[in-house]
């Protein structure tokens, strides 16, 4: 438990603090508003979502570490702005592809030696394969019918991107270059996709969520480093981008800067995450089947972070000591 978390109120208790490790509920339990936290999805209605959140993922598959934020959740029309296309990975070449076991094979299929046009499109796919899977068992998400080529003004710029469009949720596809973000080209993508907002069902902006977990202080959860998730995070906690609204930034429970913690519904992590072994854990059972649409679509590039190990599988758990991709997520508030 972080600081602040101990001891009893006390003039100096910050609303950051006040609000650590609150889930929605808990906060307006005590009746402070609800910072736009979202509602769960239960048995209300469908009603259009009232208002944009964007969600800068570095690389296909970071999503997840902000997922709690984005999964059965109805108050918010969800846009995610993948930054890059995560070709630098070193499993991007695809020597560690599964066959079998429910795994899907990327395609395109890459191969060591391979153009870093092919590893960009196979992770690209496998990001929009994962998306599609989702969005058909959490109405919430839905899926994105709709594409279009958005040009970056500045003629031969960075900026150029693929939108796809759906009722639910958005998904803005960059090209930034793994392991060359700044927090000015993070700024960049995010000011690009609020230049077409008048694409989406509405045009009224909430906040904003950093996908990026990133931790190299806290050992009792997963130590992580990667320089774009570092400028994701700094993106979020300097500018903003121009928006007003609450910046999310995923972090670690340990951390002070801990401001939100959120639980996604159990039926969601399984629907990303199961295998047919229980426990899902790919050191006690390599050879279990993939259920969940993370495990398989993004099988290829699976590691246990902890011992920076290949995996059959990706790890899973309920918090950030086992694995980023965890079922309970902590952030900041920016
Ligand atoms: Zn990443």
Request: hydrophobic fraction near 40%; charged fraction near 20%.
């Amino acid at each position: 438990m972080g600081a602040g978390a101990t001891g009893g109120p006390s003039p100096a208790l910050s609303r950051r603090a006040l609000l650590r490790g609150l889930t929605g509920a808990g906060v307006a339990a005590l009746g402070v508003p609800l910072l736009g936290l979202g509602k769960r999805a239960g048995a209300d209605p469908p009603a259009p979502p009232s208002r944009l959140r964007y969600v800068l993922v570095p690389h296909p598959d970071d999503e997840f570490d902000a997922w709690s934020l984005l999964a059965d959740e109805t108050d918010h029309y969800k846009v995610l702005i993948l930054l890059t296309r995560g070709e630098h990975s070193g499993f991007a070449d695809g020597h560690a592809i599964k066959t079998g076991h429910r795994m899907i094979v990327p395609d395109p299929r890459p191969s060591p030696g391979c153009t870093p046009s092919v590893k960009k499109a196979a992770r690209l796919g496998a990001w929009h394969g994962f998306l599609d899977d989702m969005g058909l068992i959490d109405w919430t998400l839905g899926t994105c019918p709709r594409s279009l080529q958005i040009p970056d003004p500045v003629s031969g710029g960075p900026y150029t991107f693929d939108l796809r469009i759906g009722p639910r949720s958005a998904r803005a596809a960059f090209d930034l270059g793994d392991g060359t973000l700044s927090p000015a080209r993070v700024i960049g993508a995010l000011r690009a996709v609020r230049a077409v907002r008048s694409e989406f069902p509405t045009q009224v902006e909430d906040d904003v969520v950093g996908a990026a977990y990133n931790n190299v202080a806290f050992p009792d959860a997963v130590l992580y480093h990667h320089s774009d998730h570092v400028a994701v995070q700094d993106a979020l906690r300097s500018s903003k981008g121009g928006l007003t609204g609450p910046a999310y930034v995923r972090t670690v429970p340990s951390d002070p800067a801990v401001a939100l913690t959120e639980t996604m519904p159990e039926r969601i992590y399984q629907a990303a995450m199961a295998m047919s072994a229980i426990p899902a854990d790919p050191l006690l059972n390599p050879d279990a089947d993939a259920y969940g649409a993370f495990q398989r679509h993004y099988g290829w590039l699976a590691f246990d972070m902890r011992s920076k190990s290949e995996t059959a599988y990706w790890p899973t758990g309920d918090t950030a000591a086992v694995t980023p991709f965890c079922r309970t997520q902590t952030f900041s508030i920016d």
